[in-house]
């Protein structure tokens, strides 16, 4: 019988320097991992990056921080080739690098169109690719897409659309990677209480999410916090490793499918 326990895993988290991957890599490394790996995108994360990793390695696991653009192919295969280098084979991968945009779908211009393209739908397809390659046998991989997938709303059309593909690279890589007893989801949080949500949103569209969720009144902030999620993260990436396939939205209620 493998073995879907946390302790003495190695994992590699994409986008894991702060907030919601930050959180992740802390809690893995709490509940025994061996080794993670911490992806951040440039400078402006970098600091965050280090900081998380000093926080792994104080609590015993090793720990390492790398650097790279994940919408080129060819630096998400560096990103996991250094990170084998560094820490060895991952047994857990999880991406949560995305991008959000929220504009009337009119206004949307080509470029910015293909840069949402790029970071949520094109970086998630390499990602799932070279987990495929390089995640030992009964891995688990996880990627964040977002709860919008389940929702009838204007404004986020380049970025719930550059994520709906996701759930279709999810299944597919279910369906190939099953074989060798690797697990594949996708977790869809809600509108989370992270600055990731407030740059892009108005008094009155705070307003609105924040009341919007069956559970909203029972939430601090009546936001998903990324503390509701990590323990399905948690749970998805060991004992859980019979869930495959699945977009999982975690949200409060806040959009159902």
């Not at 994992?11 to 509940?31: E, F, H, M, S, W």
């Not at 061996?34 to 015993?60: C, K």
């Amino acid at each position: 019988m493998a073995d879907h326990s946390i302790r003495g895993k190695v994992a590699l988290i994409a986008g894991g320097a702060k907030n919601l991957g930050g959180l992740i890599a802390r809690d893995l490394a709490a509940q025994g991992a061996r080794a993670i790996a911490i992806h951040y995108h440039g400078a402006a994360s970098r600091a965050d990056a280090e900081a998380t990793v000093q926080t792994i390695q104080a609590t015993g696991a090793q720990a390492v921080a790398l650097q790279a653009d994940l919408t080129r192919a060819g630096a998400v295969e560096r990103l996991f080739a250094d990170a084998v280098a560094a820490v060895g084979r991952p047994d857990i991968a999880i991406n949560t690098v995305g991008k959000v945009l929220k504009k009337p779908f009119a206004e949307i211009s080509e470029a910015e169109y293909d840069e949402m393209s790029a970071v949520n739908a094109k970086s998630a397809f390499f990602f799932l690719k070279e987990a495929g390659r390089h995640v030992k046998d009964h891995g688990k991989i996880v990627t964040l897409v977002t709860s919008l997938l389940g929702a009838f709303t204007p404004f986020y059309a380049a970025y719930a659309g550059t994520k709906a593909p996701v759930e279709h690279f999810t299944r597919a890589a279910a369906k190939e990677f099953g074989a060798r007893g690797i697990s594949v989801t996708a977790v869809g949080p809600g509108p989370m209480d992270t600055p990731f949500f407030y740059g892009q949103e108005g008094d009155d569209a705070v307003a609105y999410h924040k009341s919007a969720a069956a559970l909203s009144p029972f939430s601090p902030t009546g936001l998903t916090h990324i503390e509701d999620v990590v323990p399905f993260i948690r749970h998805l990436v060991s004992d859980g490793w019979w869930i495959t396939g699945q977009t999982m939205l975690i949200n409060g209620g806040y959009t159902t499918k």
